[in-house]
């Protein structure tokens, strides 16, 4: 079974998601809301309900991951809204991230033991996504490094102008997905749509209106590779 999570850009317009069974998960972390087909599941990580919309630094990243570990999935990818950090990556493009930064040091499902864990983005999903993504001739970058904020405001103009010295996309939920589902031996990767330039990249300030609409501008190309990427896993 594959495991995707995604914000509001995959439940947009004819979502592959909407006729999908409904079910709340429960484990030790928490409770996850789980769509579920016979061969998906996925996982609204902010809620499918925009009243009750949840913020990027109250997503229960553990209980999502476990929910989806405990239906017997193995694969996990994200599809995961971003800002730029380069003028060449504009709005409307899509990346495939093979590193990221998070300088909290993240979630984890450890409380009382260390546990050492090299971090990784799985490369046969980045593969995968990327194949997905030019089969339906959507033009995507293969590599770049995801810098995870904790949110839920947006970036100052000076803390923008320091990541880009190290990072190309700006967001608040990739990293901590790729921590949890290492840490619960899930291979994970990341398609990013790049939704806004950082705050300061152009000299017009940024509003909240613009990046809502570029999400929505991107989710039938979105849309397009998760389906493709589906119909390869079933043959």
């Known amino acids: 079974m594959l495991g995707i999570i995604s914000g ?3 439940l947009h317009g004819k979502s592959t998601f ?6 709340i998960v429960k484990n030790e972390f928490g409770k996850a809301l789980v769509l579920l087909s016979d061969a998906i599941a996925f ?6 309900d925009p009243e009750n919309y949840i913020l990027p630094h109250l997503i229960n990243h553990q209980a ?11 694969e996990v990818i994200g599809i995961n809204s971003t800002g730029s950090l380069k003028m060449r990556l504009e709005p409307g493009m899509f990346v495939v991230p093979d590193d ?3 300088p909290s040091g993240g979630p984890t499902i450890y409380s009382n033991k260390a546990v050492h864990i090299t971090p990784t983005i799985n490369e ?3 593969r995968k996504l990327i194949r ?5 001739g959507i033009k995507v970058i293969d590599g770049g490094v995801y ?5 839920p405001r947006l970036e100052t103009r000076a803390e923008i102008s320091m990541m880009a010295q190290f990072a190309d996309l700006v967001g608040m939920t990739m990293a901590s997905e790729a921590i949890i589902a290492k840490e619960m031996d899930l291979s994970y990767a990341s398609l990013c749509s790049v939704d806004n330039y950082g705050h300061g990249l152009q000299e017009k300030q940024l509003t909240m209106e613009e990046i809502t609409q570029q999400v929505y501008n991107n989710s039938e190309a979105v849309i397009k590779i998760v389906n493709i990427y589906i119909e390869r896993m079933r043959k």
């Open 64 to 74: 999502n991951l476990k929910a989806l570990k405990s239906m017997g999935v193995k």
């Open 100 to 102: 990221y930064i998070i």
């Open 43 to 48: 996982i609204p990580r902010h809620g499918k």
């Open 147 to 151: 810098w995870q904020t904790t949110g």
């Open 18 to 23: 909407q006729d999908f069974e409904q079910r």
């Open 8 to 10: 509001t850009i995959c």
């Open 124 to 126: 046969e999903i980045r």
């Open 132 to 136: 997905a993504a030019r089969n339906c």
